[in-house]
């Protein structure tokens, strides 16, 4: 008798694969036990669709050795989908689990040329395949068929199970016989009444194949995150907006002063929220941030709540190399966070945007978002086109049962009563006297730029500073040219400067955020981009900022005096009133600008109490926020259309559109191009990572003629090389032509 393998390196027999895929299966029945008011007996449709999803690899060819395999090259789906006609079940049902099975690897679009439709019955090859399959046909009569009612009573756990697969006396000829032009008008016919059923469908069989393949047998569950928090604080010392928010049912938007604990009231309005099984938390919980590295830095705190690399996870374009960094099992983990497993993701919206754009395995995402709890935190650092976007997936993801938090210390009025209008939620504001209590900076317009800096040191007594409180000044610049520049002038006069924008090399970039973190009192200043303000916890003596948007100033305060507000201590900022002319490409309005240095100036010599800082905001851009509402609303509607465009077993349309308006370029420098070169000849691609340098579209284009591929073949042909000026010290310098790289 011919054996049957479904994996290979190691080798798995066919019913053993598809058992871990069964138990992969009924975890998710136990956890996602919301899809079923969704999509009624999606579970029983789904038990069938993996039992019988990789069949069609008892085909010989696929049983060869690696190599052959490859060359035989034909989609054993096609000899899976037509077992399917021995399942007792209506028209409906058989489809439904045929379109599974066939897509379960390639989408339909994929697939259409390569159906097996002839000009009269199916195609030859198709029947050459077949009767490879049938070579193996005593290994399915006498190992495979045989064990199907066992598997089907483990599943349904009930004496007197399904039993709706029966293997007929002429079982071959009709595996002949197979209608797949019937199925594929079918699915062209039923697939806006069947949209929901199919997402979850090859959603759920994605999910319990790749899992399986992977080693796990079952999906994780988080433990309650009440009785974590309250290792860390006690109940009764919980601030009154966390209160409220473990208590609140439903939508919500929550707007409170950095440092008021945020992060712990979202993971206690979750806790509220989530749906359970067996007493832990079955939702997926999504803890959405804009910057890679504020992404990076919420993971290790939160890691430092659970303890475990299975229940938080990360994702994001660079998630790989910062596992690998972080000396964890960055290839196992860094597949399973793509996969349903882990149940707290911290991530970019764009990982989410995915599911709606019909982007990679959208059907598997959009199954996880189902019953999901989103936690928007810093909505207010995303551009009209981004937020416009997110309020899309806020209507879509309402009819999935998933629930959202968003979370802000500095939204202006127009953009919450679009959130409000688009999630129906309620709102948590914290009280004026208690806002006020975590004041902690002090308002100092100074008159002129950053051209002066060397004059400014001494009239500001920024080097006392320094010395009083051990901790470095930091100088804070809207575009990476002007903090090169600045940078040069402060060491040419003697002082100890690091900078740090987003144009160096990883590995240099981590270097200098170590150096920061273990030796900061070896600095006077620290020069940077907006870098600095969503990435290292640390607290500098004071600030001199170019001028900028009042809520990007109140978040670059942010890194002064951070933990101010636990003794009442006030220090001053400073902010200029001149900045760059670069600055007028970076902030397309830039009379927000400008009114927010008006704002600044009547506080001048103040404190800037928290309570006003929403009001202030508001005020800054009140000019352009009609004009901001139109935008948002415009870009919502067209992400809707193209969200009620996608089709389930189907890519999306604009899918490498998706990839264009949302994936950063990276690129080596030449400098480093022979060691990258090496390394991945070495098989230590992961290694040559830490040369990848973030290159902004703008640089990209305008130096066009300076970038190339690293190689012609292999993996160098996927990666960019940038025939441009690179050092350690300041990075990878360009002058931008058409817009500003504030990161």
Known sequence: MKLCYAKFNPHQFLECHTLDAINVLKSLKN???????????????????????????????????????????????LLSVPFVQFLYYGEREKNIIALAILTHHKTLDELDPILPLGDEGLSPEFYERLEELLERSEYLERMFIPRIPNMEAYYFGTKRPPKRFKLPAKWKEKLRDFDFQGLKEWYEENTNNERLTLTFIRGILNASDHLASAGETSIALLPDIGERVEL?????????????????????????PTGYGKTEAGLLWANKNAFRSEGKIASRIFYILPYKASINAMHRRLMGLFSDSSLVGVLHSS??????????????????????????????????????????????????????????DEIHAYEPNVLGIILAMFEKVAPLKAKVMVMTATLPDFLEELIKESLLSGELKTPAKEADQFTRHRVHVIDGGMDFIEEFIPELGLCRKVKESSRPVLIACNSVDRAVTTYKVLRENGFRVLLLHSRFTHGDRGSKERALLERMTDYDFVVATQVVEVSLDVSFSTILTEPAPLDALVQRFGRVNRQG???????????????????????????????????????????????LIPELVSRAYSAISEKLNEEVQHYKKLALDVFNNVKPLRRGENEEKFYEMFNGLEAVPSIYAGEVLGLIGRGMGME???????????????????????????????????????????????????GGDML
């Open 31 to 77: 956890s996602f036990h919301w899809l079923e008011e969704l999509s009624p007996g999606i579970f029983e449709l789904s038990f069938y669709a993996v039992l019988l999803h990789d069949v069609g690899k008892c085909a010989s060819g696929f049983q060869k050795s690696g190599f052959q395999r490859k060359r035989w090259g034909y989609r054993h789906e």
């Open 232 to 256: 860390k604080i006690p109940i009764e010392k919980l601030r009154p907006l966390q209160t409220k928010a473990s208590q609140h049912v439903g939508n919500i938007i929550l707007r409170a």
């Open 319 to 376: 998630a790989g190399f910062y596992l690998y960094s972080s000396s964890v099992e960055y290839r196992r983990l860094g597949s399973l966070y793509r996969k349903i497993y882990t149940p707290l993701k911290v991530t970019t919206p764009f990982q989410l945007m995915k599911a709606f754009f019909g982007v990679g395995f959208h059907e598997m995402l959009k199954t996880e978002l189902t019953g999901s709890l989103l936690i928007f």
């Open 688 to 738: 040559a990572h830490r040369y990848l340098v973030p290159v902004p579209r703008w640089l990209y284009w305008a130096e066009s003629e300076s970038f190339h591929r690293l190689s012609d073949r292999g993996a160098g042909k996927h990666i960019l090389v940038a025939e441009l000026e690179y050092s350690p010290e300041t990075g990878l310098l360009r002058e931008p032509l058409t």
């Open 565 to 611: 507000w636990k003794n009442g201590r006030i220090e001053d900022v400073y902010i200029l009133t001149q900045g760059s002319e670069a600055d007028r490409k970076i902030y397309k309005d830039y009379s927000v600008v400008e009114e927010s240095v008006k704002l600044l100036e009547e506080l001048d010599g103040k404190e800037l109490r928290e309570s």
